[in-house]
Structures are given as C-alpha cells and as structure tokens.
C-alpha cells in the first residue's frame, strides 16, 4: 500500500476515510457511511468512487458477485503528504510559523499545550 497518489479532492476524501474506517467495502456500504456525515445522493458518492478508481487510490474486486473497494493508499501517507503540501504552500516547509499562526489566531486548550510541550521535549530528547 506505498502509492503516493496525485491529488485527492475535499469530496474524494470523504470517500477515503469511510474506506479506511469501514475497510473493504461495497458501493452501498460506502455510500450509508458517507452520508453519515455528508447530504449526498447515491449518485455523488458513486461518482466520487469512480474518480479514486480513476487515480488508481482505490482498487475494485468482485466478491461473491459484488464490486468491493479497498484503498491503495494508507491513511497516514494520504496525511503526511497533505500536510508536507500545506507546510510547503503556505510557510515554506517550516512548522514552527504553522504553530505560531494557531497560536496566534486560536486559542489553545491547556492539554493542546500540554502535547505540544510534551512533543518538543520528546524531539529534544531524540535530537
């Protein structure tokens, strides 16, 4: 499951978290999680499908007569790579002035502040 995928849209990763939640899944059984969280037709999450199809992030199989879809794509290297990009656009690779602009423009709970200190200490630590 090492695919780094081209880009996974807003929509299309709607799709990608209920794969990851449910595992292999029918069409049907995406489309009742999907609509858990999102007011879609039927249709809007078929299409949705046929796009990660598309970008080769999911895979389809018959079982038992029955498309069923897989991801290609792990959760945690669609996560990394969405954040590198984020890090990338918008500060320049640099997560310290990602930190700062929360900090500044969010008010962080004291157990946010609490992880953060602790994340710091464990990469002083190792570093």
Known sequence: MSRLP????SAESQVMEALWRLGPSTAEELVIEVKRSQD???????T?????????????????????????????EYLTRESQGLLDRLFDGSLAPLISHF??????????????????????EDG
């Open 48 to 76: 949705l499908i046929n796009r990660l199809l598309k970008k080769d992030v999911i895979q389809s199989e018959r079982v038992r007569g029955r498309h069923q879809y897989r991801p290609l794509v792990e959760r945690n």
């Open 40 to 46: 879609w037709g039927d249709a809007t999450v078929k």
């Open 6 to 9: 081209e880009h996974i849209t």
């Open 103 to 124: 900090a500044e423009h969010r008010k962080l709970s004291p157990q946010e502040v609490t992880r953060l200190k602790a994340l710091i200490d464990g990469m002083d």
